[in-house]
């Protein structure tokens, strides 16, 4: 079935250093991926989607690359903030599925 | 525009005891799902309808119902509650769920953290 890998944290960074968030993938035919951020306290916001291979999803300085031969999403940023200090996960959705299938969350904090 | 919202924000039960969940969504939506959140595991889903007046079983339905009472509202019941079921739920919607419709995101309510001791 469908399943998503990301990379575990905590992730702790100084403020401007620069964030790479592995996501792996496995999936049929040409799942649509995103990545959703959550802050404390609060739900899941829609960061960035990509819906087909080689697409790149950017939003708010973060980027991510829809790698099909490589079955990866890595979530991107140049120079992190304070305020990026949150949880981000990786999901997917499959052609024929109706519900997101998520990584299980990767911690991010950054220090100033 | 409120998007999602859920209701309570939080809730402390005894084992044993039954509670409803509300969820409601102003986008006009088709899809409402239930997902819950527990440490280390990511969001699972618990129950999910499609559309207006279907309801099918996610990856833990154990333990839970829902209703889709029309098509802003969708709501989790826990009939007899059991301290596994800690965790915090979250409630999305989507415009259309299904084949051919993989690129619609979910927009999520701020969740229910729920305590059953």
């Known amino acids: 079935g469908n399943s998503v890998t990301q990379m575990e944290g905590p992730v702790t960074l100084s403020e401007e250093a620069f964030l790479t968030i592995n996501c792996t993938y496995t999936?049929?035919?040409?799942?649509?991926l995103f990545w959703y951020v959550q802050y404390p306290g609060e739900g899941l916001q829609l960061l960035l989607k990509a819906t087909k291979a080689d697409d790149k999803g950017s939003n708010k300085g973060f980027e991510a690359t829809y790698r099909k031969e490589t079955t990866s999403f890595h979530l991107e940023k140049g120079s992190v903030q304070v305020s990026d200090s949150a949880v981000y996960f990786c999901a997917l959705k499959g052609q024929a599925g109706t519900a997101l299938i998520f990584g299980k969350g990767t911690t991010l904090s950054v220090s100033s | 525009n409120a998007g999602v919202t859920q209701t309570p924000k939080f809730q402390v039960l005894k084992t044993g005891q039954s509670m409803t969940l509300q969820c409601a969504q102003d986008m006009n939506h088709n899809s409402m799902y239930w997902y819950r959140q527990d440490p280390g595991m990511g969001l699972r889903l618990i129950y999910y309808?499609?559309?207006?007046?279907?309801?099918d079983k996610g990856e833990v339905p154990n333990g839970y119902n829902v209703s889709r009472l029309n098509k802003r509202e969708f709501s989790l019941r826990l009939e007899s509650a059991a301290p596994s079921q800690t965790s915090v739920y979250f409630c999305?919607?989507?415009?259309?769920?299904?084949?051919?419709?993989?690129?619609?995101?979910?927009?999520f309510g701020d969740g229910t953290r729920l305590s059953i001791l």
């Open positions: 309808s499609a559309s207006e007046g279907t309801t």
């Open positions: 999936a049929t035919g040409y799942p649509s």
């Open positions: 999305a919607s989507s415009e259309v769920g299904g084949t051919g419709y993989s690129n619609q995101p979910q927009h």
